[in-house]
């Protein structure tokens, strides 16, 4: 089936860990998206990048990294300098300068213990 | 910087009724998108309006956009329990694939 897998699920991190989130697509889109979501919170872009080897810097990008080697997967590292990292983490991807709609992953739930 | 409002922030209507959340945003664009998103899952795709004028409806939701005033509503008619959820509208920023999302409206619907 087509879509965006985001994994883990559930993701439990020490403090001064760092922690790297997947997302991967198969949709073959060019877009990709990563946003943080707070409780009872709106979405914050962290990154997004638009072509393979290319990604620019969201609003709140301090403290996050992401690499696109591949078309299909934008893997986004959470580092220890990431003060409050506790967060729903949502990765999307869309056609890219088409107009069409961005998809998204079921989400990863990271927990600073 | 693209900044993206909505409101109500949180509306909470009775069975039957109806109401609009509203969406504005402070920079060009012609592009807009309507998600749905319920208590711990991810969001869900409504609508694409992309062009001024435009009108998308679904069931009892009703989208529009009107780039010039830089506002989009959503019209819920004759709410049911089932449209319980959190709205949120998103705004491409033009030629650049941004995708900033407003601030949510939770809807609460009751008997």
């Known amino acids: 089936d087509g879509g965006i897998t985001q994994s883990p699920k559930y993701l439990f991190r020490k403090e001064g860990q760092n922690v790297t989130l997947s997302c991967e697509q198969n949709l073959n889109h060019d877009a990709m998206y990563w946003y943080r979501q707070d409780p009872g919170q709106g979405l914050r872009l962290i990154y997004y990048s638009q072509i393979v080897n290319d990604f620019q810097k969201g609003d709140i990008a301090e403290g996050y990294s992401v690499s696109r080697e591949k078309k299909e997967s934008f893997p986004l590292t959470v580092t220890s300098a990431q003060k409050n990292p506790t967060a729903f983490y949502l990765c999307?991807?869309?056609?890219?300068?088409?107009?069409?709609?961005?998809?998204f992953g079921q989400g990863t739930r990271l927990t600073v213990v | 910087e693209l900044k993206v409002e909505q409101n109500p922030l949180f509306l909470s209507m009775q069975e039957g009724k109806n109401y609009t959340i509203y969406c504005n945003y402070s920079t060009t664009s012609d592009r807009l998108y309507w998600y749905r998103q319920d208590p711990g899952k991810s969001l869900e795709s409504l609508f694409v309006l992309l062009s001024n004028g435009a009108v998308k409806q679904e069931g009892r939701l009703m989208a529009s956009l009107d780039t010039k005033a830089r506002l989009s509503t959503l019209h819920i008619t004759a709410a049911v329990h089932d449209l319980s959820a959190t709205y949120f509208c998103a705004v491409d920023m033009s030629g650049t694939d941004k995708l900033i999302f407003g601030t949510g409206t939770r809807l609460q619907v009751f008997p």
């Open positions: 999307a991807s869309s056609i890219g300068g088409s107009g069409t709609e961005a998809f």
